[in-house]
């Protein structure tokens, strides 16, 4: 199974991860910089800080946590866990090394039934458990983490432009100030992890896209299998990503910002395409109601106030 692959390396980028994070948090945050974080996360709720426009606001809200398709793809890493439904759906192995599955029908629905329904309720909570803290706790955590390792290491310096080379400057203070083997250790767990999500981007993109291309249009395909097109989707996305950087695109910030916010476009797409799917598609008694719908609906106006403000944005600057 591909998906067997992909957990092994997201598993080392993060134990890296909280590696270095426990380091930071012993040897370089100070008790100032978390005495100032708390300050600013009461008093500065609501406030957009000065040189931060809309388009870099809507970047960081479809980076953070698991934007733009990410949270939109678990139902097919959900799927390869045989969790749930999953285990009566055939599972994206690879082309070349892997035994395709017989394919089944595209939808099961199981006996709405007491019995059922109460095996739904534990899944379901269990499923919003590991959701809230892989999700809603790490991401917390590591973003607030990094957020103040910024803040304790570049804070106040003339010398910090807006762009990558930030990185090289804050790994040069960790081994001034801390020790060489910190600026190693920053370096390596930098690595890993760009190293990482790009392997992740890429696999989440062959997913959707070999799952929508195989269910729409090459359903009846016996050549074509979900497994193949996904390995030319991926190869396409490498082929596509290469001749961007050979044409001589050179700013990463730009390039970041597009993908950021796109990711924040699709969001504000699929959360409306959810609302449609659970209100008509899925079986009554498991159907998205009452508050958790009327957050997706406040998801849709939050992501299409920032989408719009940004559009608005860039042609009030641009005309």
């Known amino acids: 199974m591909i998906y067997r692959t992909l957990e092994k390396v997201e598993l080392v980028k993060v134990g890296a991860t909280l590696l270095f994070l426990a380091v930071i948090v012993v040897a370089v945050i100070s ?11 009461v008093t500065g709720v609501g406030r957009i800080p000065e ?11 479809g980076a953070a946590g698991a934007g733009g398709v990410h949270n939109l793809v678990l139902s097919n890493w959900i799927r390869d866990k045989g969790y749930g439904m999953g285990a009566h759906v055939p599972r994206l192995v690879s082309p070349i090394t892997g035994q395709t599955e017989a394919a089944g029908a595209d939808r099961y629905t199981f006996p709405q039934d007491e019995a059922n329904l109460a095996r739904w309720r534990v899944w379901w909570r269990r499923a919003n458990v590991e ?3 892989s999700f809603g706790v790490v991401c917390l955590l590591t973003i607030s983490l990094m957020s103040m390792l910024a803040y304790e290491t570049l804070s106040g310096r003339d010398d910090v432009t807006n762009d990558p080379s930030f990185l090289r400057l804050q790994a040069e203070v960790l081994g001034t100030e801390t020790g060489d083997w910190l600026e190693i250790l ?11 999500a790009s392997l992740g981007l890429l696999d989440i993109m062959g997913r959707v896209v070999s799952d ?9 395909s016996a050549f074509w299998t979900e497994g193949r097109l996904y390995v030319a989707a991926v190869w396409t996305e490498i082929a596509l990503g290469s001749a961007i950087l050979l044409s001589g695109v050179d700013q990463p910030m730009s390039l970041l910002l597009i993908s950021t916010c796109t990711a924040s476009m699709v969001t504000l797409l699929y959360s409306v395409l959810l609302i449609r799917l659970n209100r008509r598609d899925l079986p009554r008694a498991v159907r998205l109601r009452g508050g958790r719908l009327g957050f997706m609906v406040l998801a849709v106006g939050f992501y299409g106030f920032f989408a719009t403000a940004m559009v608005v944005t860039q042609l009030r600057d641009n005309l």
């Open 186 to 196: 920053f370096y390596a767990v930098a690595v890993v992890s760009l190293w990482a």
């Open 212 to 220: 929508f291309v195989r269910r729409t249009y090459l359903a009846r």
């Open 131 to 133: 959701h809230i803290v």
């Open 31 to 41: 008790w100032r910089t978390w005495g100032e974080a708390a300050e600013e996360t």
């Open 51 to 61: 040189g931060v426009t809309f388009t870099m606001l809507l970047s960081g809200l």
